[in-house]
């Protein structure tokens, strides 16, 4: 079967970093994607990695281990509109597992 | 340009009553997925279509039944619905799986 586990809330103040760390555990792979939901809303798509190694996007960045299967997300000066709820995914073949996701708090 | 659209935003049901879900995208993409969050629980998949033509159980499948009318559209049907099922449901679409482009929602209530 498939599993994905991420730390359920972490707390951060703004100007900060902050790593939100996913292990999975999954009968095919390929690749480790991760998404934003602001609450009340949809999620949104910020980043991939179909390769081990470090994605960067603008304030966000993302690794990915393949032979430790992890992966995390890593967030740079955080911004209060940061706040949200941070999902890691895989694709195990043509459907898409996700985690139970991590809510991020940006506190002043 | 819409993307991915949904329809109703909200639904109250009685338990045993049916309803259909509708989704829709103009991205011209080949994969279709039905989702449901439920709290602490983050997105389940409940069914999917790889292509016009197919589709497949996700991990939830148990009370629910999809259509995938064309490439653009692809539904959702409970035939009975139980208050299990409440919950919030949303449908995406993607190109080759990597990305999903999420519709805004279909809040379900079952009574």
């Known amino acids: 079967g498939q599993s994905l586990e991420q730390p359920s809330e972490v707390t951060a103040v703004e100007g900060a970093i902050v790593q939100i760390n996913c292990t999975y555990q999954?009968?095919?792979?390929?690749?480790l994607s991760w998404y934003q939901q602001h609450d009340g809303g949809a999620p949104t798509f910020l980043s991939y990695n179909g390769l081990d190694g470090l994605e960067e996007t603008g304030r966000f960045s993302s690794f990915l281990s393949r032979s430790d299967s992890y992966g995390y997300l890593l967030l740079q000066e955080l911004q209060m509109k940061d706040s949200a709820s941070y999902f890691c995914a895989v694709r195990p073949n043509n459907d898409m597992r996700f985690g139970a996701g991590t809510r991020l708090t940006v506190k002043p | 340009n819409a993307g991915v659209t949904q329809t109703p935003k909200f639904q109250v049901l009685k338990t045993g009553q049916s309803m259909t879900l509708q989704c829709a995208q103009d991205?011209?993409?080949?994969?279709m997925y039905w989702y449901r969050q439920d709290p602490g629980m983050g997105l389940r998949l409940i069914y999917y279509?790889?292509?016009?033509?197919?589709?497949d159980k996700g991990e939830v499948p148990n009370g629910y039944n999809v259509s995938r009318l064309n490439k653009r559209e692809f539904s959702l049907r409970l035939e009975s619905a139980a208050p299990s099922q409440t919950s919030v449901y949303f449908c995406?679409?993607?190109?080759?799986?990597?990305?999903?482009?999420f519709g805004p929602g279909t809040r379900l209530l079952v009574l």
């Open positions: 999954t009968s095919g792979f390929y690749g």
């Open positions: 995406a679409s993607s190109e080759g799986g990597e990305t999903q482009y």
């Open positions: 991205m011209n993409h080949n994969s």
């Open positions: 279509s790889a292509s016009e033509g197919t589709t």
